[in-house]
């Protein structure tokens, strides 16, 4: 078995987004693998150039149709046997009030052409429902031209089929990675973090307008009067795209909430990026994992990974992502932009404790699945079959089987 070299095009750390911290986890994973070389070609915020480690070897300016034309360039002189998209909708193109253009056609044009055409393989980070004729051309167009397709839910595979009109051939489904974290006391971590003898309802990431924290505070209010310990912590630092347009503006108002309500006691912010080890450290904190975020459509939440990961009590919103994540008893499911729902859902979790361990059992079981190191197995399999131009019929029979801790 020879040496599988991939190259990842997509955001990379140091840039802060859900898209960036997925694509080093992915090239970490891959490259844990026996004969796996990966190197990335990172995806630059608009204007700004980025400091990264050796493992990026070329750069894209966001929005830039010929940025996207010399990546491809290099794709072909680097000769990898592989290259991995990572494709979310405006990251690939320009996006307004809706999708204004997409470069992707044109770079897996380029990629797979020539003497020696590299194969593709396209890992769709967003799929909505009921798309625009703009968005379903352009998904449509990424599967027929990818030689493999991954969506992380099963859902996206039915939305893709129902919505999109595409086959499901060569569509296949591997979960967002999670983290493998060993597990220690969650007194040890409270303690760590300064929150000893407070119950922690944590939501944790980038903060912006979508993830409808203001509810979340609301529903504090009632969840305060009978768990007066009872702490709701939001850590992470607003979203830079949010914060170049609008500064802290939904920050400062989610303050004054807090404020208005008297709830300066059941309601901390923790205003900085937080590193995959730091977003484990206050996951191992918390007690109930929320997100009450207002997006249907979100396909994958990375922090809702997170939390299947270190096998939390999650009540979230419905989404895609999260109805899948905490089926068959893994959590709770609120209504949307609903803080007596989401009061209702925490306080029966708060007042019974035994419920609570036994979603946090199931979740544990659930998440040992999707670990990164199965992850990056489940990715490297896929891309040698790929690469040695064969059919991934048996890679779409497979499913993987837990990893022990």
Sequence with gaps: MGTLSVLIIGTYVPRHDGLATFAHDLRRGMAQQEGVRVRVVAIDPAGESLRYSRNVVGRIQQGRRESFERAAQIAHQMRPDVVSIQHEFGLWGVWGQGLEADFTHDFIAAVSSGSRPVPIVTTLHTIRPSPSD?????????????????????????????????????????????????????????????????TIISTLGLLDPRKGIEYAIRAMATVADTHPEALYLVAGET???YRRTLGEQYRNELLDLVAELGLSDNVRFVNQYLTDQ???????ASDIYLTPYLDRNQITSGTLAFAVGTGKAVVSTPN???????????????????????????????????????MERRMAEYGRRDAWPLVGERYVDLLRRISGGGSIDDFLALEPEAITT
């Design 320 to 358: 895609i992502h999260a109805t899948e994540a905490l089926a068959e008893g893994r959590g709770l499911i609120a209504e949307m932009r609903s803080s007596e729902s989401i009061a209702h859902c925490l306080l029966l979790l708060l007042n019974d404790l035994e419920s609570r361990r036994e």
């Design 134 to 198: 703009a968005e379903r051309d352009v998904l449509r167009n990424i599967v027929e031209e990818s030689a493999a397709t991954v969506v992380m839910a099963r859902a996206g595979a039915m939305i893709l089929a129902d919505d999109y009109g595409v086959s499901s051939r060569t569509v296949a489904r591997i979960p967002h990675g999670v983290p493998l974290v060993s597990r220690l006391p969650r007194r040890h971590f409270k303690r760590e973090l300064g929150l000893a003898g407070r």
């Design 239 to 241: 979203h830079p795209s």
């Design 278 to 284: 730091e977003m484990v450290d206050y996951l191992q």
